[in-house]
C-alpha cells in the first residue's frame, strides 16, 4: 500500500511553507543555534530554522508553549524506495535520537511529509516516535501545536 501527496513540494519550499504557517500561527522565528540542552532551544512561542540539536540537525526547532522542544524534519520522497532513505533511515533515527538525549517527556520528534511511502515505513516511523504530518494540509499540525498553549 502507497500514501503519499500528489505534486509534490521541493525541499526548501516545504520549510517555508512550514515556517509561514508558525508565523501565522503566532510564533517569532529566531536566530538558528547550536541546542546542546534544553535550555539552549528557542523560548516557549518561538522557532528556529536548521540547527544542531543534541548531535543531530533539524530543519526546524519550535518551543511549544508548554516548554517542549519540537523538531521538525521536511521530507520529500519521490519514490516507496526513496521514502526509506528519507523518512526510516533519516528522520526516525533523529527522533530516537533526540528522545534519548533530551527524553521522552520533553521531545516531540515531528516530520513534515510530501511525496510517496509505503504504509509499513510510515507505520514504523510512529513506532519510533516520529509524529507525521502531511505538507498539503498542515492544518493539523498547527492544532496541535496551539493545544500546547492549553496545557497545564
Known amino acids: 500500500t ?37 535550555s539552549h532551544a528557542p523560548f516557549p512561542g518561538e522557532f528556529c530554522g536548521e540547527s544542531t540539536l543534541g548531535g543531530r540537525k533539524g530543519d526546524i526547532i519550535v518551543r ?15 519514490s516507496y524506495l526513496n521514502s526509506v532513505k528519507r523518512l526510516n533511515n533519516d528522520a526516525a533515527v533523529k527522533a530516537d535520537s533526540w528522545r534519548r538525549d533530551f527524553g521522552l517527556r520533553q521531545i516531540v520528534p515531528t ?4 511525496g510517496v511511502y509505503k504504509l509499513h515505513h510510515l507505520l514504523d516511523a510512529q513506532d519510533r516516535g516520529l509524529t507525521l504530518f ?19
Open 111 to 114: 516530520a513534515v511529509l510530501s
Open 64 to 78: 511549544l508553549w508548554d516548554h517542549r522542544v519540537m523538531p521538525i524534519e521536511c521530507k520529500v520522497s519521490n
Open 2 to 38: 502507497y500514501i503519499g501527496t500528489e505534486g509534490t513540494f521541493g525541499k526548501k519550499q516545504q520549510e517555508e511553507l512550514v515556517k509561514q504557517v508558525l508565523t501565522e500561527l503566532g510564533l517569532k522565528q529566531v536566530p538558528t543555534r547550536d541546542i546542546s540542552n534544553i
Open 134 to 152: 502531511w505538507a498539503h494540509d498542515l492544518k493539523p499540525l498547527t492544532e496541535w501545536i496551539a493545544k500546547s498553549k492549553e496545557a497545564p
